[in-house]
């Protein structure tokens, strides 16, 4: 089944600095990959995902690029804010409709 | 802006009883998954439920847990004889086209 793989585990950045967290996946067949942001005590909040057929998606100060050929996709954070701060998590699904299996998770603390 | 809707928040119960935890998914979505994290670490694939039928299921989701959708609204988890390693956060999902939404989870704690 798919496995993902997501690094770091915890990165701490300054206010006004860029973070990029990093997500391998196994399955070549997965097709639809979402990235998480979950603040302590809440839910997984959908922030921003990408097909597989697409190489680059943007959304203000958060943009998502997936290579395909070598299985990984990244996020990445501009202009980081305090309320950054939080856990994100990258996901992939194997197949369509199928379950998402989602990475470990990266603490991300922003310092003013 | 409809979301997916869990009770109760939190649920205490003692070892070797039975929990049912409840959601009730957004309206037109058609998938619907149990998840669970334990504190600090995580989110872990239960159980998918399509067409009034399990599609995929873990090796955590032994026989020791059911789902059941009873009605058009609701969709259930239960947990029998409930044990120490079963306390974490319970998260049901939904899904339409593509899309997982989360509820905002139900905390177990198993005494």
């Known amino acids: 089944g798919e496995n993902v793989e997501q690094h770091p585990s915890t990165l701490s950045v300054q206010e006004g600095d860029s973070a990029v967290i990093k997500c391998t996946y196994s399955?070549?067949?997965?097709?639809?990959f979402p990235w998480y942001k979950q603040e302590l005590g809440k839910r997984p909040q959908l922030i921003i995902d990408?097909?597989?057929?697409?190489g680059e998606k943007k959304d203000q100060r958060i943009a998502v690029t997936l290579n395909k050929t070598a299985k990984h996709f990244s996020l990445h954070i501009t202009e980081t804010q305090p309320e950054d701060s939080a856990v994100y998590f990258c996901?992939?699904?194997?197949?369509?409709?199928?379950?998402?299996?989602f990475g470990a998770g990266t603490q991300v603390v922003v310092t003013p | 802006e409809p979301e997916v809707t869990q009770t109760p928040s939190h649920q205490v119960t003692q070892m070797g009883q039975e929990v049912i935890l409840r959601c009730v998914p957004i309206?037109?979505?058609?998938?619907f998954y149990w998840y669970r994290q334990i504190l600090g670490q995580k989110v872990e694939f239960l159980v998918s439920?399509?067409?009034?039928?399990?599609?995929?299921k873990s090796e955590i989701f032994d026989d020791q847990f059911s789902v059941e959708r009873p009605d058009g609204s609701n969709f259930t988890l239960k947990i029998r004889s409930t044990k120490l390693e079963d306390s974490a956060m319970y998260f049901c999902?939904?899904?339409?086209?593509?899309?997982?939404?989360f509820g905002s989870g139900t905390q177990l704690s198993v005494l």
């Open positions: 999902a939904s899904s339409s086209a593509e899309k997982l939404f």
């Open positions: 399955d070549s067949a997965s097709n639809y």
């Open positions: 990408i097909r597989s057929n697409v």
């Open positions: 996901a992939a699904r194997g197949n369509s409709w199928g379950k998402f299996q």
């Open positions: 309206s037109n979505h058609l998938y």
């Open positions: 439920f399509y067409n009034n039928e399990i599609s995929e």
